[in-house]
T-cell receptor
Framework: SAVISQKPSRDICQRGTSLTIQCQVD?????MFWYRQQPGQSLTLIAT?????????ESGFVIDKFPISRPNLTFSTLTVSNMSPEDSSIYLC????????????FGPGTRLTVT | QKEVEQNSGPLSVPEGAIASLNCTYS??????FFWYRQYSGKSPELIMF????GDKEDGRFTAQLNKASQYVSLLIRDSQPSDSATYLC????????????FGKGTRLSVIA
């Protein structure tokens, strides 16, 4: 399986600021996804990061709040903009495309606390 | 709306017993099915996937799929305290570049 790293692993930010999370994969992958996991909850898909085009956002998530870049097949960023305490969550990068059944693998996550 | 349903638990089993985790899905066209284990404070880890009806065994884990009943399960034999975690069921609706749909997870507690 692909080795996925995320930076930062955690951060504490003030409301109104923005944080950019990086996701790096050690091999080229077809698909990259960004998820959010709020405390005690399951995974919520934010968007699919498309290489060379705009990300595809799920209902309830918008580009102005969560801009995403994917400049190549091994790297993506997610920015959480104009943060509020409700954005406190774990943000997870996930990739697929290397396995026979499109299985998805997850990065270690970024734990974000907004004060 | 494609849905994946799991009992949230907690499911408590004694050490050495068989833990049975269940999942149902709404999209009859779903093709691939995955089980992830998530320890508290960690990211999900893929432990099993299955795509055809029947059983698939890997060590102490057995995944079972019944497409007619839209039901997938995970059996953990000889449960250990280290198996205590949340288990997420995920379904891929069709082949190609679509993300998995996740259930809310079942919390398993193995009591020593």
């Amino acid at each position: 399986s692909a080795v996925i790293s995320q930076k930062p692993s955690r951060d504490i930010c003030q409301r109104g600021t923005s944080l950019t999370i990086q996701c790096q994969v050690d091999s080229q992958v077809t698909m990259m996804f960004w998820y959010r996991q709020q405390p005690g909850q399951s995974l919520t898909l934010i968007a699919t990061a498309n290489q060379g085009s705009e990300a595809t956002y799920e209902s309830g998530f918008v580009i102005d709040k969560f801009p995403i870049s994917r400049p190549n097949l091994t790297f993506s960023t997610l920015t959480v903009s104009n943060m509020s305490p409700e954005d406190s969550s774990i943000y997870l990068c996930s990739v697929s495309g290397g396995g026979a059944f499109d299985e998805q693998y997850f990065g270690p996550g970024t734990r974000l606390t907004v004060t | 709306q494609k849905e994946v349903e799991q009992n949230s638990g907690p499911l408590s089993v004694p050490e050495g017993a068989i833990a049975s985790l269940n999942c149902t899905y709404s999209d009859r066209g779903s093709q691939s099915f995955f089980w992830y284990r998530q320890y508290s404070g960690k990211s999900p880890e893929l432990i099993m996937f299955i795509y055809s009806n029947g059983d698939k065994e890997d060590g102490r884990f057995t995944a079972q799929l019944n497409k007619a009943s839209q039901y997938v399960s995970l059996l953990i034999r000889d449960s250990q305290p280290s198996d205590s975690a949340t288990y997420l069921c995920a379904v891929k609706a069709r082949s190609g570049n679509t993300p998995l749909v996740f259930g809310k997870g079942t919390r398993l507690s193995v009591i020593a």
